[in-house]
């Protein structure tokens, strides 16, 4: 009798399913081609995938099933961390999320899942069927899944933080060192570091029991349905409507978010934005000058020489005059003893073009991403801080360890005035000690250049000094401090623009003319160093960003160092400065710093990725972000780091008040500005 297993038939049948068979099919290549095919219809038609995933026999029985296990495992978890992430939306930040959007909640999730899927099922199918090949191709793909839940893990507290994921400019930053620091902080938290060891332990036992169960063959049609679950919404993500569209950020793949390059920046609100009602809003509010505590300032620094000092990039966080440890600048330090230290100096946007124009203007700077340092023929003719010093008979001068280009301010400042400064200079003009190779610029050549050019001079001059020395890449000229850590080298950026101070102020000693010279030094933002993982100037408001170091200094105005609380911005700088000079003071909307209180309302905008405006009201720093419907709030007093969102618990009326005003403020600027300078 015919042997029933030896009929085509039967034949067709078992095929698939026999491990001798099987085995052949693995050593002859000829077959490969209509093996490969049979994939396909294995896992759409005949929902075995038996190929993919491989039964209890195939390769030893396990790697494609424990593949198929990674996948589970990690659609299981980024669908609870991405319900986390969503509910923490709805809740925390009260989003209003649509229907459509929460459908495609996973799609981005799915598609990244189905890609790495796809790629280690297809090296488990194209490399040599070596056992220790397969092995290798198997943990790299248990690594890459489990980094890829890992970093889940990150993203929901990232969200619960800020309402939003990582974004390429932080993973950039990261890569460079700018935030080692903070990223070392985080991973050796405790709570973290127990909560990657438990979920990289479930992840180890779990993967392995699914990789039990797919072995058999009752459950060879669940990967089949996790597959459906990944490619449906995978392929919905792709849905051109979501690019049309401003979806809530918690719909996005974590993944996605941080690898999709976004523009650097914005340049300010929608057009769709209906402007709000202006009639009540006055910025800013006019009132009397009170110098009660010192009524014999105004015009004591008359005839006396002016230097103002930008110290590009330096943050107030690292400077011993506002309780940091470490000394590292001890010459402006004394420069501080006989002088005033302000407390609460801010700028409006955390950008050097906008620190430019609101000193020379003494306006509130467009709160767009526009400079008006950019458009230098606009700005010719208008009244300014420069031409103010310039009427009044002062030789002016204007340096920085720059290229002459950088926001266009060499050119800029060649209009600022009456006429352009006396002398006018770039780094490229400096000569090539200015910027060493592989370093930041070294000031102490500026000051140099300036001492010389003042040696000269028989009148009083104004002078303006832009040190570069503390900017972006932390590359020192000095090593005063050892370099372990992003803060190290930071703070030997500041070591090293601060001998340029002691160079300046031996110098004015030496020829007499220190009491003669009332000298401003101020920052032109902040900086953040891996706080919130911000870098650079910050995308965001926070403090580190927009809170900044003043100090004027004159060993005869002001004998003994003190502290003041006025809060105030670069814009109000201008109306002190001529009012000590004895010169015409007002200057648009620049007010006198001793005229302001300690509780005095700042106005914010940023440009760096998405939109962002902003207020300081009393201690309470409100931020809007409007492409993400975002608001937060924090109370700077109790909170000076800013790690509490107090969204939850402040009355909703305040909230939408504050919100409205600080629409008010970008529209009324904008019709401001575009009034003054036509």
Not at 20 to 35: C, E, F, M, P
Not at 139 to 165: E, P, Q, R, T
Request: with cysteine; charged share 20%; glycine share 4%.
């Amino acid at each position: 009798m015919k042997n029933p297993s030896n009929s085509p038939l039967t034949r067709k049948i078992r095929l698939p399913y026999t491990p001798t068979v099987r085995k052949q099919s693995l050593i002859n290549h000829s077959d490969a081609s209509t093996k490969r095919g049979q994939i396909f219809t294995d896992l759409l038609i005949a929902g075995r995938p038996n190929h993919w995933i491989g039964s209890a026999n195939m390769f030893s029985g396990t790697h494609e099933a424990r593949l198929t296990s990674l996948v589970i495992f990690a659609a299981g978890l980024s669908f609870v961390a991405k319900t986390s992430v969503t509910l923490i939306s709805l809740w925390r930040f009260d989003r209003i999320i649509p229907w459509w959007q929460m459908a495609l909640t996973f799609g981005g999730d799915a598609l990244c899942i189905a890609l790495l899927w796809f790629l280690f099922a297809t090296l488990l199918w194209l490399v040599p069927k070596k056992k220790w090949l397969l092995q290798i191709t198997h943990y790299a793909a248990l690594l890459v899944f489990l980094a890829y839940i890992i970093f889940h893990l990150l993203s929901v507290y990232l969200f619960w933080i800020w309402g939003a994921y990582l974004e390429p400019h932080q993973l950039n930053a990261v890569s460079l060192g700018y935030q080692q620091d903070a990223i070392f902080d985080y991973v050796t938290n405790p709570f973290f570091f127990t909560g990657i060891l438990s979920v990289s332990a479930l992840w180890l036992l779990g993967t392995r029991r699914v990789a039990r169960l797919l072995t058999q063959q009752t459950s060879q049609k669940i990967p089949t349905c996790v597959a459906w679950f990944l490619i449906l919404p995978a392929t919905l993500s792709w849905w051109p409507e979501i690019h049309r569209r401003t979806v809530d950020p918690s719909i996005v793949s974590p993944l996605l978010s941080a690898l999709y390059k976004k523009a650097d920046n914005t340049d300010g609100l929608d057009d769709s934005v209906t402007p709000p009602d202006l009639r009540d809003f006055v910025l800013p509010t006019p009132r009397p000058i009170d110098l009660s505590a010192s009524p014999t300032l105004w015009g004591r620094a008359k005839d006396m020489d002016v230097i103002a000092i930008v110290l590009d990039s330096v943050r107030r966080n690292n400077l011993a005059l506002y309780g940091y440890p470490r000394q590292t600048m001890p010459n402006l330090e004394k420069a501080a003893e006989q002088g005033i230290v302000f407390q609460n100096a801010y700028v409006n946007q955390p950008r050097s073009c906008k620190t430019m124009e609101s000193l020379m203007f003494g306006i509130y700077p467009d709160p767009r991403l526009r400079c008006l340092t950019w458009d230098a023929s606009r700005m010719a003719g208008h009244e300014s801080l420069l031409s103010r010093y310039q009427d009044a008979g002062y030789a002016t001068y204007f340096g920085t360890t720059m290229p002459s280009n950088s926001d266009n301010f060499v050119p800029f400042m060649k209009v600022a005035g009456r006429r352009p400064p006396d002398r006018v200079l770039g780094s490229e003009d400096l000569g090539p000690d200015v910027k060493p190779r592989k370093v930041n610029g070294d000031d102490r050549v500026l000051v140099r250049d300036y001492l010389r050019w003042h040696a000269g001079e028989t009148k009083s001059t104004f002078a303006f000094l832009w040190f570069m020395a503390a900017h972006i890449p932390y590359r020192s000229v000095l090593k005063h401090f050892d370099e372990e850590k992003v803060s190290d080298r930071y703070d030997n950026c500041l070591y090293t623009a601060d001998t340029a101070i002691g160079e300046l102020l031996e110098d004015l000693r030496a020829r007499g003319r220190l009491e003669k010279t009332l000298l401003l030094f101020f920052s032109d933002h902040g900086q953040a160093l891996g706080e919130h993982l911000e870098s650079l100037h910050g995308s965001s408001l926070y403090d580190m960003s927009v809170r900044i170091p003043v100090v004027l200094s004159n060993p005869v105005l002001f004998p003994n160092r003190q502290n003041l609380p006025q809060r105030f911005q670069i814009k109000d700088l201008s109306t002190t400065l001529l009012a000590l000079s004895g010169l015409p003071e007002k200057l648009r909307q620049s007010e006198n710093i001793f005229a302001r209180s300690a509780d005095e309302k700042i106005y914010f905008s940023n440009v760096f990725r998405d939109f962002k405006l902003g207020m300081l009201r009393d201690d309470l720093k409100f931020v809007f972000r409007p492409e993400r419907r975002q608001v937060s709030v924090y109370d700077t007093k109790q909170d000076p780091k800013e790690d509490h969102d107090l969204f939850k618990t402040i009355d909703p009326a305040l909230l939408a008040e504050m919100k409205r005003e600080t629409l008010q403020y970008y529209f009324a600027q904008l019709n401001y500005l575009q009034s003054e300078f036509p």
